[in-house]
């Protein structure tokens, strides 16, 4: 069994996206997508991860995210032989031993491990997230379809952590809607009918969104890659505001394959974003079934990331009994690319929620590995 990581860097110290690197063994192969418009001068020096070279150039919520995301995963297909591939983000740790979530994958061998919600089948979700979702952001209705959703949620909505998004809802769900709430009710509606934009979700195609950190088979991996160029979808979907969000969930949950929740423990969310993890979640980034937590501080000596990190060494040394690990092989390749497990009961519970650089710089200047990867 071998996993590829892949993990994408813009804006995060090199330490902290070394401290990951080192935190997920050297048994494994691990790709780094790395956006150097941000960080020109970023290298992972001494490290046995491979950085992606011919990087593209992403901004958050915007379609370049979703294309990087795509190249990532081409990259490791084209360059290893895994047999899952589990995305990262540079705020990512593991919670627990690699080795734990390899066995655990072996295990039960599921194509999908991806936290996925369905706007038809729940309001609260369609009115959080519909707005995203029924109408591009160049539409002159989006604009319309986001001040409706403002009108039903109210001035104080509510963020619940579902399927590892926040949604946000309004304070008194059983309260009568009022006027302009009932408007804006009608108007995601008419969204919904598809009479704002002209959107694909019709003829059994299911409206999905969902968090980002998900974990694919090979198989799986090879299949969404072949639908960036070829599905119909992806034109309407990469017009999205957050499209990584809705592109991926909807590809691949209106796909053939069994999905299961995923193996990350994303902080509740603060706004559009999870709130960093603080002294007061250590306990429960412990107790946690999932294999990764995310979102941690930036900076290598942030107290929880030490925590989390003597932590996961213990249990790592515990395991493997001192026994030395060898570097995952990668595929000959003349390459553009350089230099919470736990009861399975538990975690089915939730299935219901289910640029251009400047001057790159040469390998003798980073200390990265170039070449063909091995």
């Given at each position: 069994?071998?996993?590829?990581?892949?993990v994408?860097?813009?804006?995060?110290?090199?330490?902290?996206?070394?401290?990951?690197?080192?935190?997920?063994?050297?048994r494994?192969?691990?790709?780094?997508?790395?956006?150097?418009?941000k960080?020109?001068?970023?290298?992972?020096?001494?490290?046995?991860?491979?950085v992606i070279r011919?990087?593209?150039?992403?901004?958050w919520?915007?379609?370049e995210?979703a294309r990087?995301?795509f190249?990532?995963?081409?990259?490791?297909?084209?360059?290893?032989?895994?047999?899952?591939?589990?995305?990262?983000?540079?705020?990512?740790?593991p919670?627990?031993p690699i080795?734990?979530?390899?066995?655990?994958?072996?295990e039960?061998?599921?194509?999908?491990?991806?936290?996925?919600?369905?706007?038809?089948?729940?309001e609260?979700?369609?009115?959080?997230?519909?707005?995203?979702?029924?109408?591009?952001?160049?539409?002159?209705?989006a604009?319309?379809?986001?001040r409706?959703?403002r009108?039903?949620?109210?001035?104080?909505?509510?963020?619940?952590?579902?399927?590892?998004l926040?949604i946000e809802?309004?304070?008194?769900?059983?309260?009568?809607?009022?006027?302009?709430?009932?408007?804006?009710?009608?108007?995601?509606?008419?969204?919904?009918?598809?009479?704002?934009?002209d959107?694909?979700?019709r003829?059994?195609?299911?409206?999905?969104v969902?968090?980002?950190w998900?974990?694919?088979?090979?198989?799986?991996?090879?299949?969404l890659?072949?639908?960036?160029?070829?599905?119909?979808?992806?034109?309407?979907?990469?017009?999205?505001?957050?499209?990584?969000?809705?592109?991926?969930?909807?590809?691949?949950?209106?796909?053939?394959?069994?999905i299961?929740?995923s193996?990350h423990?994303?902080?509740?969310?603060v706004g559009?974003?999870?709130?960093?993890?603080?002294?007061?979640?250590?306990?429960?980034?412990?107790?946690?079934?999932?294999?990764?937590?995310?979102?941690?501080?930036?900076?290598?000596?942030?107290?929880?990331?030490?925590?989390v990190?003597?932590?996961?060494?213990?249990?790592?040394?515990?395991?493997?009994g001192?026994e030395?690990?060898?570097?995952?092989?990668?595929a000959?390749?003349g390459?553009?690319?350089?230099?919470?497990?736990?009861?399975?009961?538990?975690?089915?519970?939730h299935?219901?929620d289910?640029?251009?650089?400047?001057?790159?710089?040469?390998?003798?200047?980073?200390?990265?590995?170039?070449?063909?990867?091995?």
């Amino acid at each position: 069994m071998e996993i590829a990581f892949g993990v994408l860097s813009a804006f995060e110290p090199e330490d902290a996206v070394r401290q990951l690197v080192g935190s997920l063994g050297q048994r494994d192969p691990i790709l780094v997508h790395h956006d150097y418009s941000k960080q020109p001068r970023f290298s992972l020096p001494a490290s046995h991860a491979h950085v992606i070279r011919d990087y593209v150039a992403t901004e958050w919520g915007k379609p370049e995210l979703a294309r990087a995301i795509f190249h990532l995963i081409r990259t490791a297909l084209e360059h290893s032989r895994f047999d899952y591939f589990q995305l990262l983000s540079a705020s990512c740790l593991p919670l627990r031993p690699i080795a734990e979530l390899r066995g655990y994958l072996a295990e039960g061998n599921h194509p999908i491990y991806c936290d996925i919600l369905n706007l038809d089948a729940d309001e609260r979700v369609m009115m959080s997230h519909g707005h995203r979702v029924f109408c591009r952001v160049d539409k002159a209705a989006a604009r319309l379809l986001g001040r409706s959703r403002r009108w039903y949620l109210g001035n104080d909505p509510i963020t619940m952590q579902q399927a590892n998004l926040g949604i946000e809802g309004r304070a008194n769900p059983e309260a009568r809607l009022t006027a302009w709430q009932w408007l804006g009710k009608k108007i995601h509606d008419a969204a919904r009918r598809g009479l704002l934009d002209d959107h694909p979700f019709r003829d059994g195609t299911a409206p999905l969104v969902g968090s980002l950190w998900f974990c694919l088979r090979r198989d799986v991996c090879e299949y969404l890659v072949r639908q960036e160029d070829s599905n119909p979808l992806i034109p309407y979907l990469m017009g999205l505001k957050v499209c990584d969000e809705i592109l991926f969930p909807t590809i691949l949950g209106n796909s053939s394959f069994d999905i299961m929740p995923s193996n990350h423990l994303v902080n509740d969310f603060v706004g559009p974003h999870p709130r960093l993890f603080d002294m007061g979640d250590v306990d429960a980034l412990a107790s946690s079934d999932r294999f990764f937590g995310r979102k941690f501080s930036p900076r290598a000596s942030d107290g929880v990331r030490l925590s989390v990190l003597t932590r996961l060494d213990r249990l790592d040394r515990l395991q493997q009994g001192g026994e030395a690990c060898h570097a995952a092989p990668f595929a000959e390749s003349g390459s553009g690319v350089s230099g919470s497990g736990g009861s399975t009961s538990s975690r089915q519970s939730h299935a219901a929620d289910v640029a251009a650089m400047p001057a790159r710089l040469s390998p003798e200047e980073t200390g990265e590995r170039s070449g063909p990867l091995r």
